[in-house]
């Protein structure tokens, strides 16, 4: 069974410009989440989407916004893009809310 | 706001030592996931804990969750090399999928 898949992987954008990230959970799995991760900070929930609907949402700015669509593949957006958003943008997928969850490669974003 | 203190933050040591990791938190859990991470890469699920007092084994990892389900210990037996990398905790909300991370042990085995 193929894993959790994140696109791009690598991204660098710059300060004010905007941001989509692609995440395609596990085969079944219908809960997908949302974390950064930096140094500082280290991993942080954003935001979880489960049958389409925002389930949960994290302590971050509106600029961060994501959809699920109908076959459980998830986007997340970033607005006006700030130097501190630079980040690993991780995505995880569960079957259910409270499954176990089972983390993509992250997509690397610099924000210059 | 759930917190996880996880320590120690940082740990080397050579081939063939053993070790113990620890994550607290004043908050109960409902379960508590170990993962491992490689540098650019997304955290791998190791074990996931759910019972209080609950010790499962995967290979020379020891897990341990506390009787209150408010901490847990990863023990590493006879350390290898290819046991390098961040080991992260993480605890699952009563309420749902969020999972609060702690701030990872950055493990180094020297050979």
């Known amino acids: 069974k193929a894993g959790v898949t994140q696109t791009p992987r690598y991204l660098i954008k710059t300060r004010g410009q905007q941001v989509t990230l692609s995440c395609s959970p596990i085969s079944g799995h219908r809960s997908v989440s949302w974390y950064q991760q930096t140094p500082g900070q280290g991993l942080q929930f954003l935001f979880e989407?489960?049958?389409?609907?925002?389930?949960n949402k994290g302590n971050f700015p509106g600029r961060f916004s994501g959809r699920q669509f109908s076959n459980s593949r998830s986007e997340m957006n970033v607005s006006t893009l700030e130097l501190g958003d630079s980040a690993l943008y991780l995505c995880?997928?569960?079957?259910?809310?409270?499954?176990?969850?089972?983390f993509g490669p992250g997509t690397r974003l610099t924000v210059t | 706001t759930q917190l996880l203190e996880q320590s120690p933050q940082f740990l080397s040591i050579q081939e063939g030592e053993n070790l113990t990791v620890y994550c607290n938190s004043s908050?109960?859990?409902?379960?508590l996931q170990w993962y491992r991470q490689e540098p650019g890469e997304g955290p791998v699920l190791l074990v996931t804990v759910v019972t209080g007092g609950e010790v499962k084994k995967l290979k020379r990892l020891t897990f341990q969750f506390g009787d209150a389900r408010k901490d847990s210990s990863l023990h590493i037996t006879a350390a290898q090399p290819g046991d390098t990398g961040l080991y992260l905790c993480a605890g699952q909300e009563t309420s749902g999928s969020r999972l609060t991370f702690g701030e990872g042990t950055q493990l180094t085995v020297n050979p």
């Open positions: 989407y489960f049958s389409e609907t925002q389930r």
């Open positions: 995880a997928s569960s079957f259910t809310s409270a499954g176990e969850q089972y």
């Open positions: 908050s109960v859990f409902s379960s």
